[in-house]
């Protein structure tokens, strides 16, 4: 990875837009949820997909309540990709449903899976090269946006506001983050972990109900691990709800309320980290043993 160059970056005219470069530590914009505390905010209902005679995902069914850190882990193979792309909107159910307060998300296009409030972060990397970090954040923003198109190109005054408004708020989240002394690198100059890192704030960019990150510490040394960890849980206490997609056992262990297990795409557990951990049909999926010869 080649390190990061600065380009030339005009501060003061940022400084005379009225603009605040020095944000909050943290995010924390308003949102409607209508649901208390620990009630189901998102609902998998009997979802099943199937590719031809393939059946990647079996009749699976799970809550992800509000407010928790919801783990999906399994070993290659067991469906958790297939069951996070149906989530949001990639795949079309063969049949079953997802509901996000109570709302079907069946058939719906990505874009209006994320307006609805579940963003997601991908196991590939997929930030805008040629765009600063802080540009792939007000990318997100974007989506929260009202201005017509007829608006921004006559810079009317509800455009300048939300634009001015967009700066600031991604200055906050690339801070809430920890990389904000880099907004203004092309994010393909940004060491790997703080693109990463970037891709998280982008997601955050869309005021999701539900984050959903795919295998976000892939290619992590331990020390980067922890301090995901430590960024996850920030992000829950800061008010939203995540949905973890994750090889390392010890990071979901660490970090995850609650953890749902899936094998050849079928749920085979639903518990606290402690109880899966001592789980004999969790250790057969993971070691490949028959259960009876499980200690």
Do not use: W
Request: proline share 4%; with cysteine; charged share 25%.
């Amino acid at each position: 990875m080649s390190e990061a160059i600065e380009p030339d970056i005009d501060v003061e005219a940022l400084k005379e837009q009225g603009v605040d470069l020095e944000v909050a530590e943290k995010v924390a914009p308003e949102r409607e949820i209508a649901v208390s505390v620990g009630d189901a905010l998102v609902q998998v209902q009997n979802l099943t997909i199937k590719f031809g005679g393939l059946t990647a995902l079996d009749n699976v069914s799970f809550d992800i309540n509000r407010g928790e850190i919801l783990g999906l882990i399994g070993p290659n193979g067991a469906g958790k990709t297939t069951c996070f792309n149906a989530m949001t909107g990639v795949y079309k159910p063969t049949s079953g449903k997802v509901l996000l307060e109570g709302r079907a998300l069946n058939g719906l296009a990505q874009h209006k899976i994320t307006r609805r409030g579940l963003a997601r972060t991908f196991q590939n990397i997929r930030l805008f090269g040629e765009m600063t970090a802080l540009e792939n954040v007000v990318v997100g923003l974007d989506a929260r946006h009202r201005t017509s198109v007829g608006g921004a190109l006559l810079r009317l005054p509800t455009h300048t506001r939300e634009e001015k408004s967009a700066v600031e708020r991604g200055m906050a989240l690339l801070e809430f983050v920890g990389i904000a002394d880099h907004a203004h690198f092309l994010s393909r100059h940004l060491p790997y972990g703080y693109q990463r890192r970037l891709e998280i704030a982008r997601a955050l960019a869309t005021d999701p109900k539900v984050l959903c990150l795919d295998e976000p510490a892939a290619g992590f040394n331990p020390a980067e691990k922890e301090e995901l960890m430590a960024l996850i849980r920030t992000i829950r206490d800061d008010g939203y709800t995540v949905l973890l997609i994750e090889h390392d056992m010890k990071l979901v262990m660490g970090v995850t309320d609650r953890i749902v297990v899936l094998e050849f795409g079928k749920k085979i557990a639903d518990a606290e980290p402690k109880v899966i951990r001592d789980d004999p049909k969790v250790i057969s999926a993971y070691l490949g043993e028959p259960e009876d010869d499980v200690a």
